[in-house]
């Protein structure tokens, strides 16, 4: 029972964060309606719809500071589409405001905590001092000649919708139509859509003169720019009859010409309301139009946790482990003589692979998801802090479509804030310099996503004033990160390298957003978590660049099998560039450090049962000759030398234990079918390890070798 | 005498929440050289015969490596070495147990032989650390002394915290 109750909390989290996010959407498409000074009501519609079905789950779920939250922030919604409170950049911080807000009253009830949260309290307070202001003089709908029958029965909603349509110097039409009670539902859904290319259909409602009794007829009160005929070649097929709305001639007055509609007038009672008893136009302010598509999408996913998807995972790692069993017992069967019932049991063997493959691809795909959800997220903080910092920025999306794993985007969404952040307080230039060295006043930045292979490579790209390499150098040498002497060997990429160091920013005052020199160095730590790495690369005056590679999916690998020593280890196949056999000659000391020549570049060499203090077993000869695995990530490279290549081989990697915390260099371990376990080196850390060349891992080497 | 074995009683009924001190306890007995030991039957949930184990470079010496038992991937402890006896290489009576720990996580027990479940009333359970080594006595929680042999019972909850 309780587990019934948790799973259904759980539920109701889940779902309000996509209605948070849906909100997020709206608003930062709403914000781009407002700087390019058009109008979308749908948008405000369907914010609005948002915040109502989270009041409503909220109340449901307890979540008091939610549902709070969510019931000014509708009375807030509701004055903008009733066109009451004028859309406006600073009410629009509000709404992000509160959008922001949502996620720390999330946070806080899923806790059950009773913490109060007084921004809840500030922000409502602003919306208070929001103030409503009405239109003011007479009413642009006097001009026409409108049923006042049907101007009565309007809700204020759709009196404001009219109005807006007659000040956009739409036409008003009135749209006869004739419904079969059978079919009315779609009938009338079909004459909506054709009629909304043409404009906006403002309501629509009976006229309670039907011809038949299993019929009903409905006036249609659409505005638009199109012609008479237009519309007629349009919904003539639909059985429709229309008719202009004359305009008044020019004295025309009459007592309701121009009802008030102050801000909190109620939508005006008319004496003869002729509604029919099944009246249409009896629907709750908030039902706005019903989005059939929209519903029939909803009701074809299923939210699923994602351990649910680890856990079939798993079994597919057992199934891939019964296939190699399976292989064997057809090769020995077939050993012994038994060619006919072994070529069968191979045949089987091998479709019983092909299906395993297809699932487990199947499963892949259901933990993928389009980085653009955490590229929303990033929207709207540059956004927010672009206005905050009076700087000017246009953000460029590219490749929002591209698609990663689901744990990957959770774990990404920090660190490219972070990263965003940055390039808007440090890269971007204030206004006045930006106009003195000749740039758009507007400061870009942008975010390109692509797959490149089992990677995706995400890119934040800022046309600011690029990073002082001086200064940074300068600066890593007081910190002591850098010898004075070394300073002139530094390579340029080492240099910008510099940003990752802990404790290191340029910027000589902190400010909110970044530039306290914690940072970046964390941005690195969570991007290699994810086994990715990052690059930068700077030119001055022209702007600064970032590369973030990750691997597509965490949750099954290609590896390269090597042996070392006589043990097998796994090496994740997405860093591996090239396999070459190693030639000692070639090797030189340098630094300390075993390196040598490919392809005329440095390679540096690893050599993991050295490393490992791997001592030689019983029976197993040292091999003659030595394979060097090439490892790349990034811009950085290591040769790690191995004694044999052992093929190729898809592997699920289970974490190793808790007792195992503390050991580095491996990012777990995998089955490879008969028992046997190998452990997969987490080349990343190894990379990073060995060219740090630190003092820590001539002591792990002392202290277990 | 008696004082002691009152004391030792408490202390056991405090480290093993659920027992009754009327009741008889179960406990999995094993061999690690010449010492017979013993942890609590409950937390034991498999004894396999010796998988392969892969050994972990850079672990802690006292880690004799990992091994999965039905795709359950797990770390195996050489329990003569976390208990400071000698150590020496498996046998074919070496089996491991898989024992679950507080944390969650399952450990391999590395024994030299296993024996039996031996049941013990309260009565016949002491504690008397004093006379073990001192790197024994941090994880025992008495001495059995089930029909005049001698068992020394193990606290696993403190055997597995590394």
Redesign the interface.
């Known amino acids: 029972m309780a587990e019934g109750v948790d799973k259904a909390r759980e539920e109701f989290f889940s779902e309000a964060q996509e209605l948070v996010e849906s909100l997020s959407r709206n608003l930062l498409a709403l914000d781009a309606a407002v700087r390019a000074k058009t109008e979308d009501p749908g948008l405000v519609n369907e914010a609005f719809r948002a915040v109502h079905t989270l009041k409503g789950l909220a109340g449901l779920f307890g979540a008091k500071r939610v549902g709070t939250l969510s019931h000014r922030l509708e009375d807030v919604l509701d004055s903008l589409r009733l066109g009451r409170l004028p859309l406006t950049e600073s009410v629009l911080d509000l709404l992000f405001r509160a959008v922001e807000l949502y996620g720390d009253a999330l946070s806080v009830e899923r806790a059950r905590s009773d913490d109060p949260l007084p921004a809840i309290d500030a922000l409502i307070d602003e919306f208070a001092h929001l103030g409503s202001e009405g239109p003011s003089g007479t009413s642009p709908l006097a001009k026409f000649e409108l049923d006042q029958a049907m101007l009565a029965v309007l809700t204020e909603y759709e009196e404001h919708r009219l109005k807006t349509c007659v000040q956009q110097g739409l036409l008003l039409y009135r749209v006869r139509v004739d419904f079969a009670l059978a079919t009315i539902d779609r009938a009338l859904e079909d004459i909506k859509a054709r009629a909304k290319t043409h404009g906006e259909v403002i309501t629509y409602l009976p006229t309670g003169a039907s011809t038949g009794i299993d019929t009903i007829e409905l006036d249609l009160l659409l505005a638009s720019a199109s012609s008479l005929a237009e519309l007629e070649a349009s919904l003539a097929s639909n059985g429709a009859i229309i008719e202009p709305i004359r305009l008044r001639r020019v004295e025309a007055t009459s007592a309701r010409s121009a009802p008030s509609l102050g801000p909190s007038a109620p939508p005006t009672p008319s004496p003869p309301a002729p509604l029919p008893a099944h009246s249409l136009s009896e629907r709750a302010p908030d039902a706005v139009e019903p989005n059939a598509a929209a519903h029939r999408a909803i009701a074809q996913t299923v939210r699923v946790d994602i351990r649910k998807l680890d856990a079939l995972m798993n079994v597919v790692g057992e199934l891939a482990i019964v296939k190699n069993a399976l292989a064997r017992m057809s090769e020995r069967i077939r050993a012994e003589g038994g060619r006919q019932l072994g070529s069968e049991l191979h045949s089987i063997q091998r479709s019983f692979e092909r299906r395993l493959g297809e699932m487990q691809n199947g499963i892949l795909e259901v933990r993928m998801v389009p980085l653009g959800q955490v590229f929303d997220r990033l929207a709207r903080v540059v956004r927010q802090i672009g206005r905050e910092m009076g700087k000017d920025i246009r953000l460029v999306i590219t490749g929002a479509e591209t698609e990663i794993d689901k744990l990957i985007v959770e774990e990404l969404s920090d660190p490219l804030m972070h990263v965003v952040r940055n390039a808007i307080d440090h890269g971007i230039e204030v206004a006045e310099e930006r106009l003195r060295v000749g740039k758009p006043l507007a400061g870009t930045i942008a975010l390109n996503a692509f797959q490149k292979g089992n990677h995706v490579v995400i890119e934040v790209e800022d046309d600011g004033h690029g990073i002082d390499e001086t200064a940074l150098v300068d600066r890593a040498v007081v910190l002591g990160m850098v010898d004075p002497e070394e300073v002139a060997q530094l390579a340029r990429s080492e240099i910008f390298n510099l940003v990752f160091l802990p404790g290191l920013s340029t910027k000589k005052e902190a400010s909110d957003y970044s530039g306290r020199g914690v940072g970046m160095d964390v941005v690195k730590t969570n991007i290699s978590k994810l086994g990715g790495v990052i690059d930068l690369h700077s030119e001055a005056e022209i702007g600064t660049k970032l590369t973030i590679t990750l691997p597509v999916t965490l949750a099954i690998v290609s590896a390269l099998l090597v042996r070392i020593v006589g043990r097998v280890f796994a090496m994740p196949l997405t860093s591996v560039a090239e396999a070459i056999t190693l030639d000692e000659k070639q090797v030189r000391m340098l630094d300390g450090r075993e390196v040598m020549t490919l392809r005329g570049v440095t390679l540096p060499i690893c050599r993991l049962g050295r490393i490992f203090g791997l001592a030689p077993l019983p029976g197993v000869v040292p091999p003659k000759r030595q394979y060097v695995v090439v490892a790349t990530l990034g811009s950085r490279r290591l040769g790690f030398a191995v004694d044999d290549l052992q093929g190729q081989q898809d592997i699920v990697i289970k974490p190793l234990g808790k007792s195992l915390s503390g050991v580095r260099g491996f990012s777990g371990a995998t089955e490879l079918g008969d028992q046997r376990v190998a452990l997969v080196l987490d080349p990343a850390a190894l990379i990073e390890e060995m060219l740090r060349g630190s003092e820590t891992a001539r002591e792990r080497r002392l202290g277990y070798g | 005498m008696a004082d002691v074995a009152k004391a030792g009683h408490s202390l056991l009924a405090r480290r093993m929440p659920g027992s009754q001190q009327s009741g008889l306890r179960e406990f999995l007995s094993f061999r690690l050289g010449a010492d017979v030991y013993a942890v609590e039957l409950a937390r034991i949930r498999e004894i396999v015969s010796s998988?392969?184990v892969?050994?972990?470079?850079?672990?802690?010496?006292d880690?004799v490596g990992?091994?999965?038992v039905?795709?359950l991937?797990?770390?195996v402890?050489d329990l003569r070495q976390r208990l400071g006896l000698l150590v020496s290489p498996p046998t074919k009576l070496s089996r491991i147990l898989l024992a679950n720990t507080d944390?969650g996580?399952?450990?391999g027990l590395l024994v030299d032989e296993v024996r039996h479940v031996v049941r013990l009333a309260s009565t016949e359970i002491e504690v008397t650390g004093s006379v073990l080594g001192a790197d024994l006595s941090d994880h025992v929680l008495g001495v059995g002394r089930p029909e005049g042999d001698f068992v020394v019972l193990l606290d696993l909850a403190s055997m597995?915290e590394?």
């Open positions: 998988p392969p892969t050994e972990v470079p850079r672990s802690p010496s880690i990992i091994c999965s039905r795709g991937l797990v770390t402890v944390s996580e399952v450990v597995v590394t």
